[in-house]
């Protein structure tokens, strides 16, 4: 049985589908959308798609997806062998996107939606010249924490605050303790918890 969202997660996910397709700061929009691929085809165990990106970029889009338990020793490595930190934040940031958009909709019963189209255009390179190691595996504007994890790449930082708010909470509403979304505050950080301990997370 398909259940029926709350007024916003389409639209929300209609945003991101638009961003995956588009151009981003380190990848283009085919890239990204074969970066979505990638990950999608590991996570099921199938073979991963042929691709013109290199060993480095694969292997991030797929293991994300399929074993996200990585170490600074890992990161590292792939940087050595040319994924530079930053092109390293938009692969991680589109697949905990399309992983979250996918167990979204099996969890209202709902079908895989398709990969888009990509768009034509070239990658903004646009840096984020404050962004430095400050406790992460990766740079971060401030020290590293769930809410900058991404915030080497500006436009990957606004993407997840957008579909975080979507399929969670906004940054403002986790301030109110009272708030009722359907669920009290206290059944939503229950199922959040829970998810994070099934998902071996930690900060």
């Keep these: ?22 151009p981003g700061t ?12 990638i990950a999608r085809a590991a996570r099921a165990g199938d073979p ?29 490595g792939l940087e050595q062998r040319g994924l530079e930190r930053p092109a390293y934040v938009e692969i991680l940031g589109v697949v905990a996107r399309l992983d979250a958009v996918d167990t979204f909709r099996f969890g209202i ?37 769930p809410t900058s994890a991404l915030s080497a790449v500006a436009a990957e930082q606004e993407a997840q605050e957008d579909l975080h708010g979507v399929l969670y909470m906004t940054i403002e509403q986790m301030g109110d303790l009272a708030i009722d979304l359907d669920l009290g505050r206290a059944q939503i950080e229950f199922v959040a918890a829970r998810t994070s301990l099934l998902n071996d997370c930690f900060f």
């Excluded at 399929?66 to 890992?74: G, I, N, Q, R, S």
């Design 109 to 145: 019963g709902a079908p895989t939606r398709p990969l888009p189209d990509p768009r034509a255009g070239e990658p903004s390179r646009a840096g984020v010249a404050e962004a430095e190691i400050d406790g992460g595996f990766v740079p971060t504007v401030g020290p590293a924490f």
């Design 1 to 22: 049985m398909e259940l029926t969202p709350a007024p916003g997660y389409q639209s929300g996910i209609d945003r991101e589908w638009a961003r995956l397709a588009a």
């Design 26 to 37: 380190w990848w283009s929009g085919a890239e990204r959308v074969v970066i979505a691929a």
């Design 48 to 76: 991963l798609p042929t691709t013109g990106l290199s060993g480095a970029a694969v292997e991030a889009a797929a293991r994300l997806s399929a074993d996200p338990h990585v170490d600074l020793a890992w990161v590292g």
